[in-house]
């Protein structure tokens, strides 16, 4: 239990907020929100005790495990795996003290020291450490090599698994989906769905907070106020405020009204059907959450471009990838104004590959490639923000680019993207990752480009910022290609996914939901297709007798699987007894008086179901604890 009393934080003489009281229970999952820099990172300094309140107080339980990612990962030469097991702290500190043991003889010592090890799980850390890499995208052969062959994004990669390696108690995550792509979301999610501590997650990911989240502390104009529910109900009651102020209102209607422009022009042309449905699913939720942004400091939207030419490009049995490497064979892609393409794939399956060939940046490698001769593309990726004047300032990359254009109409321009004041003159130099993000896709926005290639553009992007682009990609007439790890953004933007795997690419045939089943299966067929490992001097048996010796195995281990499944299913059960007694506690009229029993009932019923969940979990995980014991 973390209780927060009164608490104010401050950053020299800056308030970041005050007053701030509430409880995080054990075993919530809070999702801690608000635009940058008022004070979430702090506020994570603080639980670390690396930063004190300056008003309040502030109390947990003694000898909690709190596991965070590391912001640095020096050059080591230890292997990627021990780095990760590192992240045990007391597994190494069992295993520092057996060697101690061994070396003195201390039989009774090694004895009590191994019964621990198996307590903890220590026989296990070895395969624990290696799903963790796998799940975030590291083949089995790279688990051996040393943390100072990777690149920064890997290493990010390493220091995520080995927070999560920690058995803690509290597990702060700070942007945990930055480096990751939609695979490693996907599969980080199901993890933290999993995890039996208290988890406090910074994200500007909605779809990854709504899958989460149980509660939502969010951050602005100097409180903190806890919400019960995930993002998507937090985004109602807040809504619910802000919709009383009628000038904010107005301006959501505003947005909504651009959408439903679309979908009244298009939705009877057969060319644009497609395009008009999606936006009718996506103005379903926008009118929901329009509201809870409309106090956001962005506005902006694509003019249109000065030609649309059909097709702009075309590639035709294309081969792609590099001199000494051919990455992607028998591609065939054409590309028309209004087409929304979302690529789908694993990390290092061509989907940046394809997206430098379609920028020009890459040639062919064979095959045939066609582009209309008005061709403007807009190409957003990391290594645009790289090439920005550090010493220069927003205004002059904009004047840098429109020589005629005066500087008042720069800087009305320049303030859509929340660059004002003396910040449009300011040098980039000091920018944090997202304001140069923002100017990148402003000068981008600039040009008027009739195909955007996007490859991740939210990365480093907060929430509101997401919104207002969301809303300005959704009217722009050009055509999209999109690599993104934000579910939502692919979901409200595109209207095709192609899929790029196994050097080809393809359609996909279903949504993001269908596309993490077809991960799961292909996980699946993976772990199926893997030789069983045998020593050099095993005899070689009989499939009569394998297949004796396989059905034994698993007479011995049903106990242990059953009691598994048994645990999983608790854990579903009360999973969705507590998601649905959620929904009820976020509806603002049960807190009026007369509901007054009915709260108290809710909330007593909530309290035993989180009892009882948490107990399912401890069950789960000691009955997975002891079928691994029992397989190895």
């Not at 947990?60 to 050059?75: G, K």
């Not at 702009?312 to 929304?340: C, M, N, Q, W």
């Not at 979901?491 to 045939?509: E, N």
Request: with cysteine; hydrophobic share 40%; aromatic share 6%.
């Amino acid at each position: 239990m973390l209780n927060f009393k009164n608490i104010s934080l401050r950053r020299g003489s800056r308030v970041l907020f005050s007053d701030a009281t509430f409880t995080i229970h054990k075993g919530q999952k809070v999702g801690l929100t608000g635009a940058n820099g008022v004070g979430k990172s702090s506020l994570f300094a603080m639980l670390r005790d690396e930063l004190h309140v300056d008003e309040g107080d502030f109390s947990m339980p003694p000898n909690l495990e709190i596991a965070h990612v590391a912001q640095e990962t020096p050059a080591l030469d230890c292997s990627a795996i021990d780095y990760v097991m590192d992240g045990d702290r007391e597994l190494r500190q069992v295993q520092q003290q057996l060697t101690q043991a061994e070396q003195t003889e201390d039989g009774l010592h090694l004895a009590e020291l191994h019964s621990k090890l198996g307590h903890i799980g220590g026989y296990a850390a070895t395969a624990r450490a290696s799903r963790l890499l796998n799940g975030l995208g590291f083949s089995t052969g790279q688990e051996s090599h040393p943390v100072s062959s990777f690149s920064g994004g890997w290493r990010m990669r390493l220091n995520l698994a080995q927070a999560l390696m920690c058995r803690s108690d509290v597990l702060l995550l700070d942007e945990p989906t930055n480096h990751l792509d939609l695979d490693a979301v996907i599969w980080l999610q199901d993890w933290l769905g999993k995890y039996p501590g208290t988890l406090i997650l910074i994200s500007h990911d909605r779809d990854f907070l709504n899958a989460i989240t149980d509660h939502i502390v969010h951050i602005e104009q100097g409180k903190a106020t806890i919400y019960t529910g995930n993002y998507s109900a937090f985004e109602r009651m807040r809504a619910e405020k802000l919709a009383q102020q009628q000038t904010a209102y107005a301006r959501q209607q505003r947005e909504i009204a651009h959408i439903q422009s679309f979908v009244d022009r298009f939705k009877a042309k057969a060319t644009k059907a497609k395009q008009a449905q999606s936006r009718i699913k996506s103005l379903e939720r926008m009118a929901l959450i329009a509201q809870a942004h409309v106090d956001s400091p962005f506005n902006f939207h694509f003019n249109t471009p000065e030609k649309l030419p059909d097709p702009l490009f075309k590639l035709e049995e294309a081969a792609l990838g590099y001199p000494d490497k051919t990455i992607l064979t028998h591609v065939s892609l054409s590309i028309s104004p209004g087409d929304r393409i979302g690529l789908l794939g694993a990390n290092g399956a061509g989907k940046s590959t394809l997206i430098k060939a379609l920028s020009l940046s890459n040639p062919l490698l064979s095959g045939k490639l066609l582009q209309a001769e008005a061709l403007n593309i807009g190409y957003f990726a990391q290594h645009q923000l790289e090439q920005l004047r550090l010493d220069e300032s927003p205004l002059w990359h904009l004047q840098h680019l429109d020589k005629q254009a005066t500087e008042k109409d720069l800087r009305n321009y320049l303030g859509g993207f929340d660059f004002t004041g003396d910040k449009v003159n300011d040098p980039v130099a000091p920018f944090s990752g997202g304001e140069k993000a923002r100017l990148v896709l402003a000068l981008l926005v600039y040009q008027k480009p009739n195909l955007l290639l996007l490859d991740e553009p939210t990365n480093h992007l907060d929430l509101d910022m997401r919104h207002a682009l969301s809303v300005a990609l959704q009217e722009y007439q050009g055509a999209i290609v999109m690599v993104s790890h934000d579910r939502h953004m692919l979901r409200t933007v595109t209207d095709q996914l192609l899929l790029v795997a196994g050097g080809k690419v393809q359609p996909f045939a279903g949504d993001l939901d269908d596309y993490k089943v077809w991960l799961s299966e292909q996980k699946k067929d993976s772990e199926a297709a893997k030789p069983e490992t045998k020593g050099t001097d095993a005899p070689t048996r009989s499939r009569k007798d394998q297949r004796k010796l396989e059905a034994e195995k698993r007479k011995k281990l049903k106990p242990l699987t059953d009691a598994l499944k048994k645990a999983e299913h608790a854990v579903e059960r009360y999973s969705e007894q507590q998601h649905s007694l959620q929904q009820q506690l976020a509806n603002a009229s049960l807190y009026n008086e007369e509901n007054k029993t009915k709260l108290k009932q809710l909330l007593d019923d909530k309290a035993n179901v989180d009892q009882a969940l948490e107990q399912a979990e401890n069950d789960w995980m000691e009955a997975e604890h002891q079928l691994q014991l029992a397989q190895h």
